[in-house]
């Protein structure tokens, strides 16, 4: 199976910085996309920022210009830079890596899946 570890978060100040990571491991072949989405309390979940094969990169509008993706292809990694942090910013991040090609060992199989990380949450104080 495949495995992502968040970390990174924590609670900051407005107009300060984090970084996230996300770690892929596993029996992957290779991975199409990967990005990071946030859950605020009482919000659905929403894309803040996806960065795919190709290196093309997509963002919210709420964070261009101030949040940066990039990945590590080598390490299966997906990194999150935050700088000035917002209030609003407040929420559980999660990890996600699409259109992942994996071999399940159990079936000696291989498969495509998306997969999620368990969330790291940021909050922003004033």
């Known amino acids: 199976q495949v495995q992502l570890v968040e970390s990174g978060g924590g609670l900051v100040q407005a107009g300060g910085s984090l970084r996230l990571s996300c770690a892929a491991s596993?029996?992957?072949?290779?991975?199409?996309?990967m990005g990071w989405y946030r859950q605020a309390p009482g919000k659905q979940r929403e894309l803040v920022a996806t960065m795919a094969d190709s290196a093309l990169n997509n963002y919210a509008d709420s964070v261009k210009g101030r949040f940066t993706i990039s990945r590590d292809y080598a390490k299966n990694t997906v990194y999150l830079q935050m700088n000035s942090l917002k209030l609003e910013d407040t929420a559980v991040y999660y990890c996600?890596?699409?259109?992942?090609?994996?071999?399940?060992?159990?079936?000696?199989?291989?498969?495509?899946?998306?997969?999620w990380g368990q969330g790291t949450q940021v909050t922003v104080s004033s």
């Open positions: 596993g029996s992957i072949l290779s991975i199409n996309a």
């Open positions: 996600n890596a699409g259109g992942v090609r994996y071999y399940d060992p159990r079936d000696r199989v291989r498969r495509v899946r998306d997969f």
